[in-house]
Each structure stands twice: as C-alpha cells, then as structure tokens.
C-alpha cells in the first residue's frame, strides 16, 4: 500500500508542477435574485461568465414551480430503471415533446450526456468494425467508441476531406461517424452538411451530439441542424443535453422509432441505471415551452455575443472564430491562464481556466461564455479587464 500511495503522491506533485492539477471551488449559493451571479464559498458574489446556462433558465421561478410541483406528486426520486418501475408519464411526455421539437419520430431520455454517447457509439458499433471522429470530439464520444470495441480513428478538426478520405478507404467496415454540432472548448460549429454528404454516401450512420447548440443555433433554437437547414433523414442520430441551454439535467438521443427502440432494447447506459427524476422531467418540460415561446432569449444571447466579439476586436483580446456563445480567449500555457482567471475573480468576474487534458497542450485559455441574462455593461466590463490581462501577458512575453 505505501508503493501505490507514494505512485498517487507523485501524479499528484506532477500534475501541480505542470498547473494542471484541478481543484473544485465551493459554490456557497445561486442567488435566485441575481441570475448572473455566483456565489463563492465566504459569501463573495462574482458575475458568472462560465456556466452554459446561455438562455438564463436554470434559476428561472417557472422550472423551480413545475420541479417543485411534480415532486409534491410523484416524490422526489424514481426509484428503478425505465424498465422496471422508475419510468413515469413526465418522462413520456417529455420524449414526446422532445421528439417533436426536433421534428423526429421519437426521443428517448437518458440521465447524462455522457451516457447518452456512450449508449448510442456502443450500440451502434461493434468489434471489427470502424468509428470516425472528430478529433476535438466530446470525451464521452470517444469513450462511447471505445467502449463499443471497435476501430476508433480520428480526423482532424472540421475537416470533413479527411473524413471523407477515411470513410473512403473501408467503407464497409465503417460503422458511423461522429461529431459534436458546436464543439464546447472552441465555439464553432462543425460542417454538418459536408459531413452528411460522406456518411450517406459511405453508408455510416452520422451521429451528431449538438449538447451547446440546442436551444441556441438556428433560427428556432433548434439547433446546428436547423442553421444548416438538414433534416432527419440527413443526420439519423441526434443526442442532445438538457443542462445547458434548457437549464434542468439530463440527455436525450433522437431519431427514427426503430433506433429509439433498439436503444431501449440494447443500450447499457438506459437499462442498467436509475430513471431521471420525475421533477427534473417536469422543469425540462417547462424549459422547452420557454425556449420555443420567449425568442427574445436567444436574441439577446446573440446580440450579446456580437457585442462580446465587437468590443474584443476593438480592445485586441485575441479571440476564435466563433459564432456561438462560446468565446475562447486563449493564453497558451496553463500557468498564465490560471493567472488571468485569477485576474478576473478580483476584479468581480468567475471565468474559468481550461487547461489539458480538456484542450490540447499549449492551447489553455479562459472560456467565456455569453447569457441572455448578461447585462451589456458586464460584457464591456469583461471585456476591458481581459484587454488588461492580454496586454500584461504581451508585457510579460517580451520582458
């Protein structure tokens, strides 16, 4: 025992001498007055500029009441499986409400995204056979694929050629090809229509995890399906997540009923687990009803989003080309990352370092991330003091 202890005490020292060691930090509160604000452990408020609760509905009162209100009636927790007695009618209703939003022929909830990948790559693909991915794919898709046994080979980045090119080369072997609809560390979006065109044409299921596109992308929040106008026939298997843009928890994968019910029959993450809880259910339903009636949500989200890039530009903070909320700022190491996050939360902002293994090496950056609850003196704000940390990073550069 003391071998294995002294092995964890090194990973340990290695992974802090390189900056990459990880701590959590308490959130005290979500102020339910304040929707743009955290709480930090010692009572410290500091405007929120992390979350992915892009359309502001995680503390909205109307998903509280529907959560509140449902667990009243059904309890607080499901239980057991869907197969045995854990799936109830919030469930059905949501699936069937999901199913429509997404104009496919059924839905079928899961309890994480994570899951939810995994479930669809083991189910869809098997040994002696291939998975294409992304190579800044979810972590959870590539965990899906490994764990469904078969070939897993990676593409590089947006470039459907090469995806292409690989699928070309076995096509029969190749299973399906899989990417996320907006990728969660670089905002932009994947070419969808592009990457539907190989799939078909190889033969390969194309599975898209569009989990911070949904809600947000497209003319009706439908996604990055929607902005590239494809339908259900084009991108069979859609997997979306409900603790984003919807504000509640869970996942969901959409698509034709015999994939839905293969799923159900076959997929070990669905059967092998504790049902979502009913009143979670219920605050998603709710949450779909608001995304669909209060558009104004999301036309503030890209309005903000547009002012983000504009004053950015004007002020030198380096940004990605992307067009969602997701607005990386990257600084290279993860030491001077760490020290502009730390930057920030004086200043009055929580906005959190990304470092590898969640990005490549030398890519550590600051996420920023964009609410329809933003006000747009907070943005300018933001805004200045990362020119300010930009500016001390150059400094410090050419020192």
């Not at 992974?15 to 743009?36: G, H, I, K, M, N």
Request: glycine letters at 10%; a neutral charge.
């Amino acid at each position: 025992m003391k071998r294995v202890a002294s092995a964890l005490e090194t990973e340990l020292a290695r992974l802090a001498q390189l900056e990459l060691r990880r701590s959590r930090t308490t959130v005290e509160a979500f102020p339910a007055s304040d929707t743009r604000a955290v709480a930090l452990h010692g009572g410290r408020r500091l405007v929120d500029f992390s979350s992915n609760d892009y359309l502001g509905l995680a503390r909205h009162p109307a998903l509280a009441a529907a959560m509140s209100a449902c667990a009243a009636r059904t309890g607080a927790g499901s239980g057991a499986s869907h197969l045995i007695t854990g799936h109830g009618a919030e469930h059905e209703l949501l699936e069937e409400e999901l199913a429509a939003f997404t104009h496919r022929e059924r839905a079928l909830v899961f309890s994480t995204g994570y899951m939810a990948n995994l479930a669809v790559l083991a189910t869809l693909a098997g040994r002696g056979e291939r998975v294409l991915l992304d190579r800044l794919s979810h972590a959870s898709l590539i965990d899906g694929a490994r764990l469904s046994g078969a070939e897993l080979r990676r593409y590089p980045h947006a470039d459907a050629g090469a995806a292409a090119r690989l699928l070309a080369r076995d096509p029969g072997r190749t299973a399906l090809l899989g990417t996320d609809g907006v990728f969660s560390m670089d905002g932009d979006l994947a070419p969808l229509p592009e990457l539907s065109r190989a799939a078909r044409d190889a033969g390969a299921w194309l599975v898209v995890d569009d989990a911070h596109g949904l809600g947000v992308v497209g003319a009706s929040g439908r996604g990055a399906l929607e902005h590239f106008g494809l339908d259900a026939e084009e991108v069979p298997v859609l997997i979306g997540t409900l603790g984003k843009a919807f504000g509640s928890f869970g996942a969901f994968v959409a698509g034709g009923a015999d994939l839905i019910e293969l799923l159900i029959q076959k997929a070990r993450p669905y059967i092998y687990t504790t049902a979502l809880p009913q009143p979670v259910a219920a605050a998603t339903r709710c949450a779909l009803e608001l995304i669909q009636t209060e558009s104004w949500r999301r036309e503030r989200l890209l309005c903000l989003t547009a002012r983000f890039r504009r004053q950015a530009r004007e002020a030198g903070v380096p940004l990605a080309d992307s067009p969602t909320p997701i607005q990386p700022v990257l600084f290279g190491s993860a030491a001077a990352a760490l020290a502009a996050q730390r930057e920030l939360e004086e200043a009055g902002f929580w906005v959190v370092a990304i470092r590898p293994p969640t990005v490549p090496p030398g890519t550590s950056r600051l996420r920023v991330t964009l609410s329809a609850t933003h006000t747009e003196a907070e943005v300018d704000e933001l805004v200045g003091r990362l020119a300010r940390c930009c500016s001390a990073l150059a400094r410090s550069a050419l020192a």
